[in-house]
C-alpha cells in the first residue's frame, strides 16, 4: 500500500526556481554560426540539420539566410557540453561557429 506524503509547508518548490538553479548549474551558451564565401547554402543548411537535430528546414533555412545578411547568427542556446559538441560538429561541414556565454 502506498501512501502519498503532504507537501511540507514552506518546502514547495515553483517552476521559475527550477529554471534559476538548472541555469546556474548549467549556465546557457550560444553557438554562433558565421557566414562565409566558401560553402554553398545548401551545404550549410543541410550541416544545421545534421548538427541540430530538432531543427526544422524552415528553422536551418532561417539560421543560414540570417548568418548570410548580418554574417552571424544564433543556431542554438543550450548548456556548454553540448554547445561545444553543435560547434564541433558544424566545424566538421566546413563551417565557422563559436559559442559563447548568453
Known amino acids: 500500500m502506498s501512501q502519498k506524503l503532504a507537501p511540507t509547508p ?3 518548490i515553483k517552476p521559475k526556481e527550477i529554471v ?3 541555469t546556474r548549474l548549467l549556465p546557457l551558451y550560444k553557438v554562433i554560426l558565421y557566414n562565409d564565401d566558401v560553402n554553398d547554402m545548401f551545404h550549410v543548411v543541410n550541416a ?3 548538427t541540430v537535430n530538432s531543427l526544422t528546414m524552415q ?6 539566410l540570417t548568418a548570410h545578411l548580418n554574417g552571424n547568427a544564433i543556431v542554438i542556446v543550450c ?3 553540448l554547445a561545444e559538441f553543435y560547434q564541433e560538429r ?8 563559436t559559442i559563447e556565454p548568453e
Open 20 to 22: 534559476r538553479e538548472r
Open 59 to 64: 528553422e536551418a533555412t532561417q539560421i543560414m
Open 90 to 97: 558544424l566545424l566538421h561541414f566546413g563551417l565557422t561557429a
Open 48 to 50: 544545421l540539420l545534421e
Open 10 to 12: 514552506g518546502l514547495e
Open 79 to 81: 548548456p556548454y557540453e
